[in-house]
């Protein structure tokens, strides 16, 4: 409830500047003269003018920088810092690209091609960057290391930035107080609200650290924006989901009884029946777990009460636990070479999304061998991961040919971050199944898997 350097919280329009959110509610109930002198029977379209971050950095003044700039949208962070270097309002300093270059002599000379690397090199000397989970680690290194030498004016970042890293500024804007979730646009809870503006306001450098959010009159709610920015009132909510792998554990570990003690006494039980969670009947607690009990009975992982093999290998799997059961605890992986097992492993982890691109499939027999062998499993042939298959093949295949990590960025527009994201995932899953396995056969491909992957990124630092 209170900070060392309290927060003011201000808002941006187009037509009024930084200013509070009663006067923007003032002025959006004045007629709009267009409406006012309209001629009878016709209604023009009114165009209301969008908010520009560079007129707010202007009106922000050098003594309220450094800036977090915080976008939803990576490509909208790197189209802006760009635009705002354009405007040449700060002094170039060449200091900044010594140290920018210097760092990149870490990587492979491949990434200087890479557009993300381009602007940067272009925008930085103003000492305008950009930060998103799209970049390569050794460019989101040198950001960060020189927004914490306090080079970086202006950093147009994602929430990412918010999350994990100490790196407060005088200031914070948002571009908007919309996001899009993945299903689609919603306003920020309060939460979310409060740990992105958190980032305002420098321990014993500010006395106070500035907030300011940019409006849109057209999507502009009163009543909403203030319930999220006046206070953090969101209340919490327990994020426990019954998952495969803990019906697993809880079956291997504890006994019926204890089963129930313990998911009756989860903050989940007590949100979702209330007061009287410790008196609802047991069948209506267990519904969800009773149902996951019967699917992985049914394809044997559970055997009266007991883990079957197969069962204690998912078991130690934290993600698409049948499916990699039924490929890595089962002869079906005998059938597989490493090309087929990664393209399965790809699919489990890709999330697929519309403006995902991917320029060449490659159909071989080898992918053909494996459709078929997925439509024979009863449990496989149903896994709709596996209907991205064509699309994996984009990603996988060069690889498998001995192409580099860069070789793959002509072929998808997915961002050099977003790719890492993906190989990373595809090596934790590996890592999973060997701790797992006991088949020395299964973790030598494994193993031969792991040297693809290696080898395409080397010189790029994959978790």
Same mark, same amino acid.
């Given at each position: ?93 060449? @200091? ?207 055997? @009266? ?76 042939? @149903? ?50 199944? @060997? ?29």
């Amino acid at each position: 409830t209170k900070r060392n350097v309290p927060l003011q919280h201000s808002f941006y329009d187009q037509e009024l500047g930084i200013t509070t959110l009663e006067k923007i509610k003032a002025a959006k109930k004045v007629p709009n003269y267009q409406d006012v002198f309209r001629k009878k029977g016709k209604r023009k379209k009114i165009i209301f003018p969008k908010p520009n971050h560079i007129d707010l950095i202007k009106e922000l003044g050098k003594d309220k920088l450094p800036c977090l700039y915080f976008s939803f949208s990576r490509k909208s962070c790197q189209m802006k810092a760009y635009e705002l270097s354009r405007q040449n309002l700060f002094q170039k300093n060449i @200091k900044i690209s010594q140290f920018f270059n210097q760092k990149l002599l870490e990587a492979p000379s491949d990434i200087n091609k890479l557009k993300s690397t381009q602007i940067l090199k272009e925008t930085l000397p103003q000492g305008i960057a950009f930060h998103h989970a799209g970049l390569l680690p050794v460019v989101k290194e040198a950001v960060e290391e020189l927004f914490g030498k306090g080079l970086i004016k202006v950093l147009y970042t994602t929430e990412t930035f918010a999350v994990g890293i100490n790196m407060p500024a005088k200031t914070v804007c948002f571009d908007s107080l919309r996001k899009y979730d993945g299903i689609s646009f919603r306003y920020l809870n309060t939460k979310e609200y409060f740990q992105i503006a958190g980032r305002a306001g420098r321990r014993g450098i500010d006395k106070v650290g500035f907030v300011v959010s940019v409006l849109f009159r057209p999507t502009f709610k009163y009543h909403e924006i203030k319930r999220i920015t006046t206070k953090d009132i969101e209340p919490i909510k327990s994020q426990f989901r019954l998952s495969i792998n803990t019906v697993l554990n809880l079956i291997d570990l504890h006994s019926p009884t204890e089963i129930e003690h313990i998911l009756r006494l989860s903050f989940f039980s007590y949100q979702k029946f209330g007061e009287d969670y410790a008196k609802v009947p047991t069948k209506i607690l267990l519904a969800r777990y009773n149902s996951i009990v019967r699917k992985l009975t049914k394809f044997n992982y559970i055997e @009266k009460n007991i883990l079957t093999d197969k069962g204690k290998f998912s078991a130690k799997i934290f993600a698409d636990e049948i499916s990699m059961g039924e490929i890595f605890a089962t002869k079906f992986f005998e059938q597989l070479d490493e090309y087929q097992i990664l393209l399965l492993l790809a699919c489990l982890v890709y999330e697929p999304r519309e403006m995902n691109q991917f320029k060449k499939a490659y159909k071989n027999e080898q992918l053909k061998k494996l459709r078929g062998l997925l439509n024979k499993d009863e449990y496989l042939s @149903k896994e709709e991961k596996f209907l991205s298959m064509d699309e994996m093949t984009t990603l996988i295949y060069p690889i498998y040919e001995g192409k580099t990590f860069f070789d793959l960025m002509d072929l998808t527009n997915l961002l050099e971050g977003d790719l890492i994201r993906f190989f990373s995932q595809i090596k934790d899953r590996i890592g999973q199944i @060997k701790k797992a396995s006991m088949d020395y056969k299964l973790i030598q491909k494994l193993k031969n898997c792991q040297g693809i992957i290696d080898k395409a990124l080397e010189g790029i630092y994959v978790v």
